[in-house]
């Protein structure tokens, strides 16, 4: 069996008396299209911030694709794509000197840089701004160009947060697309996101980080079959009314998310002033 | 403004308005650099209040002297002062840095005059209002004290001058604001005021060159302004004082007439900006770009440098392209020529008149050199604070601290090469070509300075980065701990560099300065290759702090 594509052993970050990631075991085998989801403050971007060297880990370990982080934060690098949450854009560069100056920063020649740049502005449809600043983007395209960027080397595991946020419809079809073709070409892709119609139609597996402890983590089928288990075990001692779902029809995803993070909506709630 | 009347729902608006500032105050004590900021405001408050009472204090007693003497023409002088100091001052002081966002207002059921209001008022709470509205209490008190029948009139033609000011104010900046929207146009004002800056630095020199004798030039641009200065707002308002003193109450209706003429003009002109803004006008880049599809280019392809790696190239066109790209910067690096331009203009007779390059041009290569050297420690201090969000790259990057330094080390030596290059031949003009064992001496001063602020800048850029911003000018202070090391290495190379010319002196040679200057560099440069050995362990270490502060919005 292969070396994981992402690995990480009691992964921990505190700040200050704050344990904001405590003992994650994480791991993502090579090929997963992976749904890391967490409610606001969960931990989620602390924990791909540490898997991607943004920031150090307070204890534990990080293995990507065989490597230890730690030791081989080069190497590592070298083979991984990010998009993190503040997109890593330098604002007074245009889009395609920023593609240039990335693609050679991750040591691709200057023709290779140069023929992808233009590739991927053409494929993400910003190649008709070529004078614009970066910092004169939309927020959108900002984001289209952040994605462009974390792809110009060719990586074999993609680490994006958030990549949909802000990104229109006819753009997020482009962008899906592009990550399912590099899903079937073997890359790994780990994927944060609070959309979960998006995350449920793209990763085939997913954990679920909640107050800094992974609660939940395998493919979209087993994590429904545990919370129907679970559920159904409650259920015995219930009233008969309950259910955990119609007959025949499958848990969505945002209703397994709530369940396991044993949340529920406010609904029953009245705000009795709202018209 | 019709409709303008106090509702209770607009009182409860400016009530809410009031506290969440005060809120907003309240907020930024919590932490210790809140607090140092407003220990530094408190001194502020002092000399401000300190500048207010001397100021009225001084303009009352010129007005009464004025008065007393015959001399009411004069007047209006003093009146020129208050109107440019309250116009000029928020804008040098506020229109470069963060504006006030008035969009936040619109989303609230706010109507127009209450909108109006909230900026007009809010917006007026500055110094210059503090300050013009003393100067001008004290001028009326004054003119009273030099004849009581006049201080009422004095009191209402200045009062309506005061309301005109603070709506020019605002006006100005209302409009001021409206092109620091956009960031072409707020370049281009950067520009402007830049300019405007470098042309206040020539005035000492011409007029000390001007000013000793009679200069026909002057006394005709002086006959020609002097209708135009009397049918302007300030000198309107003096006419007006000065008639009614004189016993001419038909001029001195006109002349307020005329100045309640500006003021409504002022108003309507404020009114149309602001009813803009209530309208909700969108000036962001994106709504201003034209709709026409633009042509696509071939990518040009990266710079490609012999003899340096792939990134370390890339990093040198990336630091190029944000120097080209920043108005304030290409502004600051003309400076040394500037300078050396000013020290040209200035007398050429008395080294005690401060322009001691007249006497011994021979320095003026150095000066110009070490100038320039200063002007770079600001990049080099703080050489990840333009990067902001970017610096992320840096770190997800398979590229080590040691050649991403290297790079920005090497842009910026260029840049000081550059510098120097054309200090040199500037110096050749201005003055004399400087003699080779001055050029080398300096060269290798220079090299040596250099040398030891990359190697202390790379740890400060990495121990305390602060983010900045190239496009914009002022606000764009280093962090304390920066400014501090700054100041200390700056006086040590000065401090070597005069133990070394004093050597160089008694020896009688100043190549004896360039052997111990080489000798320097050589050690400086120990020092330079230890620190970027370290620095990437160094910056993996400091990667929470460094990010907090460069990606903090």
Redesign the interface.
Known sequence: MDAPAIATQGLTRRFGDLVAVQDVNLSVAPGQFFGFLGPNGAGKSTTIKMLTGLLAASSGSIQVLGLDLAKNPVEVKRQIGVVPEGLALFGRLTGAEYLNFVGRMYGLDRETAGKRTAELLDFMQLADQPKTLVTDYSHGMQKKLALAAAVIHGPRILFLDEPFEGVDAIASGTLKAMLQRMIARGATIFLTSHVLEIVERLCSHLAIIHKGRLVAQGSLEELRAGVEGQAAAALAGASPGESPSAPGEKLALEEIFLRIVGSTRRSDQELSWLG | MAGLSFSPGMRGQFAAIARVRWQLFVNRLRNIRGRLEMVARGFMFLGFAAAGLGGSVTLGALAWLFITRGRLAWLSILLWFVFLFWQLFPVMATAFGDTVDSSGLLRFPLSFPSYFLVRLVYGALEPSTFLGSFWLLGLAVGIGIADSRFFLWAAIVLLAFAILNILLARMIFAWVERWLVQ?RTREILGAIFFIFIICFQFIGPLMSRVGRHSHPGVSRITTLVFPFERALPPGLAAEAIASAIHGAFPPAMVAFALECVYTLAIFLLLNIRLRAQYHGENLS??MA?STA??????????W?VSGIS??V???L??EF??LS??GPMLFTFVMPIVILLIFRLGPQTSARQGNFLAHAPDLAFPVGSAYALLILTNLVYNCFG????????F??????FREILLGKNLAHALVLAGEVIAVWIAVCFMFHPPAINITLATVTGVGFALLLNLTIGNLLSIYAPKKID??AFGKQRASTTTVFASLGIQAAVFGLAAVTLLIARAFGSVWIAAVIFLILAGLAAVGYITVLNRADRIA??R??VI?AEL?RA
């Open positions: 960031r880049e994106g770009r599809p633009k042509e696509k280019r071939a990518i040009r392809l990266g490609n792939g990134p190239a890339a990093i066109e990336k392209n944000y790209r920043s333009a990067d902001a969000v970017g610096m992320q790259l770190f997800v990057s398979p590229v080590s190239y496009g993996l270490d990667r929470d990010l990606c």
